[in-house]
Structures are given as structure tokens and as C-alpha cells.
């Protein structure tokens, strides 16, 4: 079972109570990772709008988690 890193921003941060935490998961990808999230922290966003990236790198949504590895969703920026 994957021991993750998870970093939330903006909206994300907001609905999650924080900006950060470490995570055990027995999800195989990112996008069953997000599912998982938005059952535990009430996410609102769908994955459609949102970029990954995993160990600074932006990946796609079918890519494998390994132990160790740092996560981080980027919501959509609105600009002013």
C-alpha cells in the first residue's frame, strides 16, 4: 500500500482543512486516488478540470502511485 504526500491549493486547500498531508492508499491510479479524496474531504471539482502532477512532473490520470510519491491536483486559476 502507497505511502503518498498530498499537497492541496485554492478550493482544494478550503474543503480539505489544509494544505497538506500524508496519505496510505490502496489506490492504483491518480484518478482512484482523487475519487478516494473527494469521499473523504467532500471534494466539489471534478477531475475533468483539474492538472496532476506527481513528484513535480504534470502526468496523466492513469499513471501507477508508488511508495514515497508526492501528489498534487491543481485546481483551475481564475484570473482578476
Given at each position: 500500500m502507497p505511502h503518498i504526500e498530498l499537497a492541496y491549493?485554492?478550493?482544494?486547500?478550503?474543503q480539505a482543512h489544509t494544505d497538506s498531508e500524508r496519505l496510505d492508499t490502496d489506490a492504483t491510479s491518480l484518478s482512484a486516488l482523487y475519487g478516494q479524496l473527494q469521499d473523504r474531504h467532500g471534494f466539489t471539482l471534478p477531475a475533468s478540470v483539474l492538472r496532476v502532477a506527481?513528484?513535480?512532473?504534470?502526468?496523466?490520470?492513469?499513471?501507477?502511485?508508488?511508495?514515497g510519491d508526492s501528489v498534487v491536483f491543481?485546481?483551475?486559476?481564475n484570473g482578476g
Open positions: 491549493f485554492a478550493l482544494l486547500r478550503e506527481v513528484n513535480d512532473r504534470f502526468c496523466s490520470w492513469d499513471q501507477p502511485l508508488h511508495d491543481i485546481p483551475p486559476v
